[in-house]
């Protein structure tokens, strides 16, 4: 959880400082081509207007070789810089005309300011859009009145005045740039807002992202720790992605080392195990080999026999609970009567409790059935069954009865003298076994790992207790979804 945590933490910051850097970058260029956009958009109306004027003028007396502002266009523009204006151009409120227009001759002085009348006669020719247009390319410019504050540009763009084919002069409209600073103004809060509510959906986007990629992740970490704590869980939903591959491989590669664990731990138990029968039938053989008196050589030779016969069981009953392991689900699948299981489990050691005189009891409901392998159940309740009856005392009674409610019990109770605590925690172990109270024998240990086994392919849980009242309880509880 905790790297979960970290990971999820580290993706979300690295994700909000790429947004964040990406966006204050992409913001400040695009506010700032945005000006240059408007600036351009004014520019062409101001080429337009500098043209319309400067032909008005070249229209008004074309025969004339000096050139001079005519009264009647000096009074119309000074007019439309004291017109009334009142037109709200979207958010912007425009209510005065601010355009200025002065005329220069071919050498740069100008012969009239609609702004500055005391200019007259002044030398402009240094300027950028008089010099360009009076040497016949395209003069425009832009001062600040105060360098060091934008909001005091303008935009200056000049047009030439003809006279027989020649330039007799320049004609620049002035329009101060403030209008579109405050266009910009003005844009600039929908444009803040559409970028965070950008980064808003691209941190959104990468939160989603975090979860489509560390969620698998988290699945996978908590398969992995219960898989340390010795669980067998199945490999969790991974989505499609490269975590499912990395999982399947995972889960491949513990399958293939549990396997060689398995085959390890299996070879030393059976070792262990088949070391002292192995050695009692050298011992029976040597003994026999020497011919000993008859008495002797049929004790020896009933001996043989038990001991091959306790290894054959042992095999066998080894090699069953193996291919039970090995198995991932269980396969085979069939509805059945809960108490014909039970009945058929207790025919088969009928014969072995009359000879001890056990009296075995049955109780199920009769319209009790569930859904598995009856066979495998069979002799699962069967071990239960047979570990019953030898560790009930003669004439004893054992009891075997099936309830359901949230699930399906299958109890298995005895009168026998219950199990040793030294040997409560070790009942479930691979070849442990206790003595059989009647002869001291022990089985191969093998029975209650194969009804573990049995349960576990049932989704089941089998468990082994002292009872209060004496003797022991073995119960198998299935889940209710194997009910019908």
Known sequence: MNLRLRLRTRLLLAIFLV??????????????????????????????????????????????????MPQDLARSIRALRKRDVDAQIYQMRKTRIDLRVYLVDSTGIVLWDSDLPGDSGADYSRWRDVRLTLSGSYGARATRVDPTDPGTSSMYVAAPVMRNGKVAGALTVVKPSSSVEEFIHNARPKFLA???????????????????????????????????????????????????????????????????KYVERYVHDLTHELKSPLTAVRAAAEILAENPPEPARSRFLQNLLSETDRQRKLVDRLLELASLEARAVQERMETFSVNSLLEEASSAHASEAARRGVVLVSRCPPDLSIQGDKLLLQQAVGNFLGNAIDFSPDNGHVEIRAQAGETLRIEVTDQGPGIPPWALEKIWDRFFSTPRPENGRKSTGLGLPFVREVARLHGATASLANRPEGGSMACLELPSRILR
């Open 194 to 260: 559409a970028g965070l509510l950008a980064g808003i959906a691209t941190l959104a986007a990468g939160w989603l992202l975090s979860l489509w990629l560390l969620v698998p992740i988290q699945r996978l970490s908590v398969h992995t720790q219960k898989v340390r704590d010795g669980e067998d869980p199945p490999l969790p939903d991974l989505g499609s992605s490269e975590i499912r591959e990395l999982g399947t491989a995972f889960e491949e590669m513990r399958r293939a080392l549990e396997g060689r």
């Open 19 to 68: 947004v964040s850097v990406s966006l204050y970058f992409l913001m400040d260029w695009f506010l700032r081509d945005l000006r240059v956009r408007y600036l351009e958009s004014v520019e062409e109306n101001l080429v337009e207007t500098a043209n319309l004027l400067a032909s008005q003028l070249e229209n008004h007396s074309p025969a004339l070789d000096s050139l001079a």
